[in-house]
């Protein structure tokens, strides 16, 4: 399991002296607990790596946000100390998939629904996200998705 796999990081990240490490998975494990709280009183998914992928995947989305924003501020120090907390979560993260397996997953889903416009956009995503949300970054997917359905 994910977490396990993060549990043993903190430890080695400890061990080894690496503050950088050891600070930005102890801000996983917040937010993993912090999910695990909402999942209580929500729905949570039925997979527990599903839950913990979720929240990675939320954070190296809000540290590209805050790397952009950075760059534009002219703050490179701070977006250099963002890219170095994304490298260390991505560690968690299964493989994504490369863009041609990405369109390739979208044609496929595209004729197994029957999708031929824009009005189906909703539906290619969520069939796109509940067969391989772990393995891609939804926000790069949605372009690839209404190109897919444009053309």
């Known amino acids: 399991m ?5 549990k043993a990081a903190q430890i080695a990240a400890m061990k080894a002296g690496d503050k ?16 695990d709280i ?7 998914p039925d ?3 599903a839950l913990v992928i979720e929240v990675l995947q939320k954070m190296v989305k809000q540290r590209r946000e805050s790397i952009d924003m950075y760059r ?7 977006a250099a100390a963002e890219e170095a ?14 863009e041609e397996e990405t369109r390739n997953a979208i044609e496929v889903i595209k004729i197994e629904t029957g999708a ?33 359905l444009a053309g």
Do not use: Y
């Not at 950088?20 to 999910?35: C, D, F, H, P």
């Not at 534009?72 to 701070?78: D, V």
């Not at 907390?85 to 490369?98: D, K």
């Open 47 to 49: 997979d527990d790596n």
């Open 2 to 6: 994910i977490r396990d796999d993060i």
């Open 72 to 78: 534009k501020g002219n703050r490179e120090e701070l």
């Open 20 to 35: 950088e490490s050891r600070a930005t998975i102890g801000l996983i494990q917040a937010a993993i607990k912090n999910r």
């Open 116 to 148: 031929n416009g824009m009005k189906d956009m909703g539906r290619v995503m969520a069939e796109l996200k509940s067969r391989h949300g772990a393995e891609l970054d939804m926000s790069k997917a949605s372009g690839l998705v209404k190109a897919a």
């Open 85 to 98: 907390e994304v490298a260390v979560i991505e560690r968690f993260l299964p493989a994504q998939m490369s």
């Open 38 to 44: 909402e999942a209580r009183t929500g729905g949570a």
